[in-house]
């Protein structure tokens, strides 16, 4: 009788389950592939491949089937995952055929590991069966706000990056706006002060005095901020335009003092404001003068804007979407536009009123006045506006037929502006073609490739003047013009919030989780240093994005660090800034030899780890799938840590070995643990620690690669060396990268793909701005493909 | 045993404190308002215009019902039976702030302002009110009760209110420092009242051409990317039919009058447009009411030391600079009249408005449930006084009575007449704003 073989399957995955993958592969639409398929060996190892042919056919098939696709009634499930030849040729070794495990050993059970592998069981024989394709897909959430903020843009421009840092200050005498009164001009880092019954500086009264404050306020990440000013004085606070006002105050009065306003904001873009701060003489007692200007960033407290979030020059106007979006599917790893329902449907409708509202108060009048010397026909005026507006969102020119439906005959049906403004923009902001990005196979290749290129980089669409001056000449079909293009476009503020996400992504740590931790144990781990220490591992990524190397081995071996007073004050003298006079986040003083880049980040460690102890397991599970790329098994069923107080002699390496030991939690666990154990130098906060308890900590692991080759480790030092390294953590990189970026796995753009790009990230001395631009050539050039009479996915791929 | 006909005999007569006088009147046997089925409607509607009055041709000479109507109260000739002047009632409020603001921010919170840094003319410098105004302290007594709960509970109208938060531009007051803002653009009242139904509108006008595009989308895509398009399309349909049945389901109530209003297209907010915009709102105010949107409002045309220039009249200097003028100035002295006799218009516009439209669910018209108070900051402009302040109330929402002209000979604080606005809208209260000018209680003799 035959015995079935179990080996563990493909990550079987649900559609709200958060887990990578690392490739996927879409089973429904391919079958007659999969019958055209013949196996063959990749690596020319023609005889071991036909040998083991053979015995699966002979002893493996009548429960497997022919390709490991499962036989019903047998061994249903199919045979695919991420074991090695050799994992795979120990299980049948040890256990197949099912009851006669003799009957296939040593050699034979090599050779039937390898044919399977190379046949259908690897990820990457069956990507060559059901080779994936571009999913045509909707606009994200993200993708929407991103692209309306842009279609704003165009008509009031965008940021350069900029060096500078704080908010541009003008100190007067006496209580308003007087060039001659100027006594000080300067840039503030940032407005914390209290001049109490002072002047606030030389030459100024200190009864009667206006401080102007003006900048731009570039934000962490997208999601909702509350912006606080405490003043005691009478203030006024524009922001997203210098004449949007924000909060008025006016009029001080009594002792109200606080002012909070809550706003969702857009990141990759600046945010110019300004505050008129005003001390005004009176006959009546003056109070001191105080003002602070705090936020409460997504997932922090409240903080003084520290100054690497404020730039002394105010940039142009911004909108940013306020109107609920709701979230996207998930269950690849990424975002992706694949769900239409009235929940989505509804939130387009309020999407299309908001932007119809702020292109009518602040839009509209902007283009009138700059037609003031067309002839005065308003209504032309407008649908000249509007042609625009829309031409942007469609991405693409509005031909005639289009601009008569989309705009004059809504136009023609109502007398009042606005409301012919939000007629159109409810029609054109629910259409196909804004909601849509790749409707575009009529389109040149200049656009087409345009198109891509901002969704690619901005998760939007081209609305930059010099972008779509390229299209318009046609200078983005050859392959150096498409790279010069995304070159150009990584520089900008919306590449750099998109490539943060990705880092994000790629750490786990794209939906924070709240961070809390015993306080008997760790007294002073509290959701304000979670937040600085969070805005601390930012700070490093972008300090090795941005660096002239851009070396991505540096994200594990950077021995220098960001911190603040108050991470210093917890984590010790290894965190003492280098200057211990100057606020916020800094570099630390010195490096240090226990620090390797954002691996043993205290942030990471921390979100890595339980509320009083490590958790090895996690550390590894977080290795295995993200940093190593690698696929596991979800556990049999949910477990609860071992308490520590039941085992008191027990290092935590120990009662996880423990809990682990039984044989079925040990296929996947020798593996987790094993990575997971390189880390425990790193406490439960992420300090470094050389004993548990009494016991020295023992910080060795091991790990199986991809290519089939034991690695083993000497604590966080060997890991970080060996992840920068390795041919494995490298590739799992750039497929995250990838896939954040295009929202479609490498594989839709051809099977070699991941491997070119890995093996060219390798041949460019691993430069991270490289890899994204290669990524963004990849993902957006077109090829000339005449459009058929019914197009095939072949055009809409552009791919030759 | 003495048979009391209304609660506030009831609470003079037997002594009854306010607060016991809550607790007896919602026991059912001595609930008035319960006893004859549905509690009838009440509203009350606070309109603002500022600078103060000419008294000679404002204040009727002959008290009592057979009172007679000067000048500036002429528009209201057909309202006579129906309207209440009330002379004597005096702004008594002290403490920070100059006259205009005290005016105002004192006005419907009778309690004084916060220290704080706007400076007028005169006296010290002051910020927000200390206390809630008696439009909002109604509202929120409203809305606490499911009987009188409605929509948005109360509505702030305002025509042509800078765009300046400062003490002389707010009236209403949700609280200790604060000031509610007046919207005082059509369309965004427009907006915040209609604007869903009006979305739902267009989108529902828009939709076939949506479907129409679709189809001529999907020649763009390959099979396979159909079908992400047909659910989509199919998505589209189904909100179609449902728009239908939803508008469907409008404009049958719109027949029993919930119909959105019209407004005029373009209108700027501009000084010339001060006319057709207060028409705009005050349309909006009745339909607002129709629709049961609120039973609370105000209605502030322009601001305390406000200065539209009413070209339409053919006056060409802004109000408040004629109000400072000398009674001597002849022409200045007529021109105010005018002013005031074109802010009567526009309350007897909304007094003619609520009396030819039919109460929605009941008996009567919207007047027949609603008072207009119209009220001013200051009694005289160019004295600055806050004694005499102008109070004209016309309608039957407060169950006053009405058809009269009250003289509170030597002045009462006008406190005492915010407690009679809380009480007659059911909510009798100890004192109103601040306790010292709240002493002798209501006005007693409003009530029939």
Redesign the interface.
């Known amino acids: 009788m035959r015995r079935k073989l179990r080996l563990p399957p493909r990550l079987p995955i649900g559609p709200r389950l958060r887990l990578p993958l690392g490739v996927w592969i879409p089973l429904a639409f391919f079958g007659w592939l999969a019958t055209s398929q013949t196996a063959r060996s990749v690596d020319g190892e023609g005889a071991l491949f036909e040998k083991g042919k053979a015995i699966y056919a002979s002893q493996c098939a009548s429960c497997h089937g022919e390709r490991g696709e499962g036989v019903s009634g047998a061994y249903p499930n199919a045979l695919t995952g991420d074991s090695t030849i050799s994992e795979i040729a120990k299980v049948v070794d040890e256990t197949m055929p099912e009851g006669e495990p003799e009957k296939c050993k040593g050699e034979d059970a090599q050779a039937v590991a390898a044919y399977m592998h190379s046949a259908f069981y690897s990820l990457e024989a069956q990507a060559k069966i059901n080779p994936p394709r571009i999913a045509f897909a909707r606009l994200t959430a993200n993708q929407l706000r991103n692209s309306l903020s842009d279609l704003y843009g165009r008509f009031s421009g965008f940021s350069e990056v900029k060096a500078e840092r704080g908010v541009r200050a003008q100190y007067f005498e006496g209580d308003r706006y007087k060039k001659e009164n100027e006594k000080i001009a300067r840039v503030d880092p940032v407005i914390e002060f209290d001049f109490g019954k002072e002047s606030p500086g030389e030459g100024i009264s200190a009864d009667s005095f206006y401080i102007y404050w003006e900048g731009s306020l570039l934000p962490e990440r997208t999601g909702r901020y509350e912006i606080v000013v405490n003043s005691s004085c009478s203030f006024k606070m524009s922001f997203g335009k210098l004449d949007r006002i924000f909060i008025d105050n006016h009029v001080q009065s009594g002792d109200k003092t606080e002012f909070r306003q809550s706003i969702y904001l857009t990141a990759g873009r600046l945010y110019p404001f300004k505050i008129d701060f005003i001390q005004r003489k009176r006959k009546t007692e003056l109070p001191p003068a105080r003002i602070r200007l705090s936020w409460v960033p997504p997932g922090g407290v409240e903080q003084t804007i520290p100054e690497n979030h404020l730039i002394p020059s105010a940039g142009p106007a911004t909108f940013s979407l306020q109107a609920a979006l709701p979230p996207d599917d998930r269950s690849y790893g990424f975002e992706r536009g694949l769900a239409v329902n009235k929940q989505w449907d509804e939130s387009t409708t309020a999407s299309a009123v908001e932007f119809a509202q702020i292109a009518t108060s602040e839009l509209y009048p902007r283009y009138l006045r700059s037609q003031k010397d067309k002839p005065n026909d308003q209504r032309q005026i407008l649908k000249g506006f509007l042609e625009q507006l829309l031409s942007v969102a469609f991405r693409g020119g509005l031909d005639p037929e289009l601009a008569k439906l989309y705009v004059h005959e809504q136009v023609d049906q109502t007398e009042d502006d606005a409301e012919a403004i939000r007629r159109v923009l409810l029609l054109g902001l629910k259409s196909p073609r804004f909601l849509y990005p790749l409707v575009d196979a009529d389109k040149t290749i200049s656009r087409r490739t345009a198109n891509r290129l901002a969704l690619t980089l901005f998760d939007s669409l081209p609305a930059d003047e010099w972008l779509l001056k390229k299209i318009e000449k046609n200078e983005l079909e050859s392959e150096s013009q498409v790279r010069e293009a995304a070159k150009r476009m990584l520089g900008d503020y919306r590449a750099r919030a998109k490539l943060l996400d990705g880092f994000h992504e790629w750490l786990n740590l794209s939906q924070p989780a709240e961070l809390t931790k015993n306080q008997e144990l760790y007294p002073g781990f509290d959701s304000q240093l979670a937040m600085e220490l969070r805005q601390s591992l930012r700070a490093m990524i972008e300090e090795v994005v941005w660096s002239d190397t851009s070396d991505y081995r540096e994200l594990f071996r950077s021995k220098s660090a960001y911190t603040t007073s108050k991470i210093a004050s917890f984590y010790g003298d290894e965190w003492s800034p280098a200057d211990p006079n100057k606020k916020g986040l800094q570099k630390t003083a010195a490096e240090s030899d226990r620090r390797y880049g954002v691996l043993t980040h205290p942030l990471l460690m921390s979100q890595l780890a339980y509320h009083d102890t490590t958790s090895p397991i996690h550390r590894g599970v977080f290795l295995i799938r993200f940093m190593l790329g690698r696929t596991l098994r979800p556990p049999n069923e949910a477990f609860s840590p071992l308490s520590p107080d039941l085992h008191p002699n027990l290092t935590t390496r120990e009662r996880v070995t423990l809990q682990t030991s039984p044989q079925n939690c040990q296929a996947c666990h020798s593996k987790i643990n094993a990575l997971g154990f390189a880390l425990e130098n790193y406490d439960a906060v992420g300090r470094y620690r050389a004993v548990e308890g009494e016991k020295t900590i023992d910080a060795t692991g091991s790990y199986r690669s991809r290519d089939d080759l034991p690695i083993t480790f000497e604590g966080a030092s060997d890991l970080a060396n060996y992840l920068a390294d390795s041919p494995d953590a490298q590739r799992a990189f750039v497929n995250k990268l990838f896939q954040h970026l295009a929202k479609q796995p490498p594989d839709a753009y051809g099977l070699d793909t991941l491997k070119n790009l890995t093996d060219q990230f390798r041949r460019n001395g691993y430069n991270i701005r490289d890899l994204i631009v290669e990524i963004a050539v990849i993902t957006s050039r077109v090829h000339a493909t005449p459009l058929p009479p019914n197009p095939t996915s072949v055009a809409l791929k552009g791919q030759p | 045993m003495k048979r009391f006909t209304s609660r506030r005999e009831f609470l003079v007569n037997t002594g009854v404190s306010a607060a016991a006088a809550n607790f007896l009147f919602s026991l059912p046997s001595l609930g008035w308002a319960a006893s004859s089925g549905t509690p009838k409607k009440k509203r009350m509607v606070f309109i603002f215009s500022p600078n103060g009055v000419i008294p000679d041709h404002f204040w009727p000479s002959q008290t009592g019902k057979d009172f007679d109507l000067k000048r500036i109260l002429q528009p209201l000739a057909d309202f006579k039976s129906r309207m209440l002047t009330l002379h004597g009632v005096c702004n008594r409020i002290k403490g920070?702030g100059d006259g205009h603001m005290r005016g105002i921010g004192c006005l419907l919170t009778g309690i004084e302002?916060?220290?704080?840094?706007?400076?007028g003319g005169s006296d010290?410098?002051?910020?927000?009110s200390?206390g809630i105004s008696i439009d909002q302290h109604i509202k929120n007594h409203f809305q606490s009760n499911p009987d009188t709960q409605t929509r948005f509970g109360s509505l702030e109208f305002g025509v042509m209110v800078p765009e300046?938060?400062?003490?002389w531009t707010r009236m209403s007051y949700a609280g200790?420092?604060q000031p509610v803002a007046p919207i005082d653009n059509p369309?965004l009242m427009f907006d915040k009242l209609y604007?869903q139904t009006k979305?739902r509108e267009?989108?529902a006008?828009?939709l076939d051409?949506?479907t129409?595009?679709?189809q001529k989308?999907q020649?763009?895509?390959?099979?396979?990317?159909r079908r992400?398009?047909n659910?989509?399309l199919d998505?589209?349909r189904e909100?179609e039919v449902e728009l239908k049945t939803e508008l469907a389901q409008a404009t049958k109530v719109d027949k029993v009058g919930h119909a959105v209003p019209h407004?005029p297209?373009?209108v700027e907010e501009v000084n010339n447009n001060i006319p057709q915009i207060c028409k705009m709102q005050m349309d909006m105010l009745v339909s607002s009411f129709v629709a049961d949107f609120a039973r609370v409002a105000t209605f502030q045309i322009t601001n305390s030391v406000g200065e539209p220039k009413m070209r339409w009249l053919d006056i060409e200097e802004g109000h408040h600079h004629l109000s400072h003028e000398p009674d001597s100035n002849e022409e200045a002295y007529e021109k105010l009249i005018k002013i005031n006799t074109w802010y009567c218009e526009q309350v007897a516009y909304l007094a003619k408005k609520l009396a030819e439209t039919p109460e929605p669910d009941g008996q009567g018209s919207l007047l027949d449930n609603t008072t207009l108070v119209w009220t001013n900051e200051l009694g005289k402009g160019n004295s600055h006084t806050r004694n005499n302040i102008p109070f004209v109330l016309v309608g039957e929402g407060c169950g006053f009575s009405m058809g009269r002209a009250v003289d509170y000979k030597g002045g009462v604080a006008h406190n005492r007449l915010l407690m009679s606005f809380s009480e007659s809208m059911g909510i009798p209260v100890k004192s109103f704003g601040n306790p010292d000018y709240c002493g002798d209680g209501p006005l007693g003799d409003l009530i029939v």
């Open positions: 920070d302002l916060f220290p704080g840094d706007v400076q010290t410098p002051a910020g927000w200390k300046r938060a400062d003490t200790p420092n369309y604007g979305n267009l989108l006008s828009v051409e949506l129409a595009d679709f989308v020649q763009l895509v390959s099979n396979e990317d992400l398009l659910d989509h998505m589209v909100l407004l297209a373009n």
